[in-house]
């Protein structure tokens, strides 16, 4: 059993169950127990591998697809490019690396990242030493729009999966109506486990699409992603920009439960390992761009990641890196290409929604 465990259960004997979302948070962020400031989560020796981790084609297509917009909003003087969740620095890393094909847009950049974990903080610095640009970390997405508002300014915004690792809250439709799932100590009193909470909560909580769904349903929404979505959504529309979000999920309100834990690239049961396994659910695009929306925002998507990649040019990275390469890396090209874009792989479970100000821009992808 876990250190975090132990502090879990501590913590729900002196007062009461946990809702689910917090559990996310202390299984994720806790200080000291928290998964993203203990494990390093991501590669092969990691729990899993994200995108930019499988080539850096990812960061690389990324940047061009901002600097197509930049071009297309008539070269704004100066852009604040906002990271949700950089992870190891990765795909910001390839995308200032390919900018420098376009140096009048790379000056332009300042650059926030926003991260909870002090670890990934130092991975992200080492991964960005020569940029030569204005870099700030940030801890809460709050704090970064706050320091990227301005005139004459556009903001960007960048998230690869980040939202799938925000925390939820589940509800299970009872009798009586929908009823919290919450977290407490199981019977033999040394593990977690789930259980409703006696109360319903009051319908105006709950999304009208879901209000009639069967017995037993349960339905998982996620405050905290809606109120980042427009904090950025309200931001983008004073300043300007535009906003790529990447990450599993589906494209409508609906019921099922999607929260699910993964260690060494196995599921494993959402309490076996608090703070070792890392937790995440998919992500409502719709519930995004509906947000985006209400503020008067045009939105693109959700595509598949497969198809986004390909219309902005995936084939001619792999062309480019090609040339270069020895046979044994164009095996590894063809390989991380099959990775990003085949149906069976990230293609089609990882969605791609944008988010832009100016409703007559063209953009690419979708
Ligand atoms: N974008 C990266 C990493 C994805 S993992 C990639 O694609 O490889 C999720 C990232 O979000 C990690 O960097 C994690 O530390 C960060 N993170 C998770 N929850 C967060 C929160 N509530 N606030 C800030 N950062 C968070």
């Given at each position: ?34 998964y ?35 071009l ?11 990271e ?20 009048d ?27 030569k ?96 979505t427009?904090?950025i959504?309200?931001?983008i ?6 906003a790529?979000?990447?990450?599993y ?7 099922g ?9 196995k ?76 149906p ?12 832009i ?8 992808g979708?």
């Open positions: 059993m876990t250190n975090l465990n132990d502090h879990l259960i501590k913590l729900i004997r002196l007062h009461g169950p946990i809702s689910i979302s917090s559990y996310i948070t202390e299984a994720l962020t806790n200080p000291k127990f928290g993203y400031v203990n494990q390093t989560p991501f590669g092969k020796e990691g729990d899993f591998i994200t995108a930019p981790e499988v080539s850096q084609m990812f960061g690389a297509l990324i940047g061009l697809w901002f600097a197509d917009i930049w297309k909003m008539k070269r704004p003087v100066k852009v604040h490019l906002i949700l969740g950089p992870g190891k620095g990765t795909l910001i890393s390839d995308l200032i690396r390919v900018l420098d094909v376009l140096p847009f790379l000056n332009t950049l300042e650059l926030h990242l926003v991260e909870a974990s002090p670890q990934l903080i130092e991975v992200q610095k080492e991964a960005l030493k020569t940029f640009g204005k870099i700030t970390w940030h801890e809460t997405v709050k704090t970064a729009l706050t320091a990227a508002e301005g005139d004459d300014m556009a903001t960007f915004v960048i998230a690869n999966e980040f939202f799938d690792a925000l925390p939820i809250r589940q509800f299970q439709k009872g009798d009586l109506g929908w009823h919290e799932r919450m977290v407490t100590v199981d019977e033999k009193g040394d593990g977690l486990s789930t259980m409703l909470s006696p109360f319903p909560v009051p319908d105006a909580e709950l999304p009208d699409h879901l209000k009639n769904a069967e017995l037993h349903s349960v339905i998982e929404v996620s405050p905290m992603a809606d109120y980042i427009r904090l959504s309200e931001h529309k004073r300043n300007t920009g535009a790529l979000f990447i990450d999920g589906y494209n409508e309100y609906r019921t439960e999607t929260l699910q834990a993964i260690e060494k690239h599921f494993v049961d959402i309490f076996e390992r608090p703070g070792y396994a890392d937790l995440s659910s998919h992500v409502n695009f719709r519930k995004i761009s509906d947000l985006a929306k209400q503020s008067d925002l045009k939105t693109y998507g959700p595509a598949m990641q497969g198809k986004f990649l390909t219309d902005i040019g995936i084939a001619e990275r792999v062309q480019i890196l090609n040339k270069s390469a020895t046979s044994k890396q164009q095996k590894d090209i063809l390989s991380a290409l099959k990775r990003l874009i085949a069976d792989e990230m293609g089609t479970l990882f969605k791609v929604l944008a988010i100000s100016d409703p007559d821009l063209e953009i690419a979708f």
